[in-house]
Nanobody, 114 residues
Framework: QVQLVESGGGLVQAGGSLRLSCAAS????????MSWYRQAPGKQRELVAA???????NYADSVKGRFTISRDNAKNTVYLQMNSLKPEDTAVYYC????????WGQGTQVTVSS
């Protein structure tokens, strides 16, 4: 069983930064691949970034070079550092993982104004 609780969303101006956090419950956290997805109104949910248990990472082309995913296993937390934000980054951001089943956070709103 895994519970995911997200925080850190908000309103920022274009070019600004935010750091999202996802706090996970469970002793298996260190073995899990953790991901961030986002969904804008009227659009499909898309994978933004992922990090494996050995800290291999993968990013959507649209955020590569601007976003960084990281994890702190001692805190059972995964982060998404978002720099050089663009209005196109506006979306609800969701934390995700999968073990025997899929788990999603509640989502946190990121709004980037121009």
């Amino acid at each position: 069983q895994v519970q995911l609780v997200e925080s850190g969303g908000g309103l920022v101006q274009a070019g600004g930064s935010l750091r999202l956090s996802c706090a996970a419950s469970g002793s298996i956290f260190r073995f899990l691949t953790m991901s961030w997805y986002r969904q804008a109104p009227g659009k499909q949910r898309e994978l933004v970034a992922a990090i494996t248990s050995v800290r291999s990472t993968n990013y959507a082309d649209s955020v590569k070079g601007r976003f960084t995913i990281s994890r702190d296993n001692a805190k059972n937390t995964v982060y998404l550092q978002m720099n050089s934000l663009k209005p196109e980054d506006t979306a609800v951001y969701y934390c995700h993982t999968e073990s025997r089943q899929q788990y999603w956070g509640q989502g946190t709103q990121v709004t980037v104004s121009s």
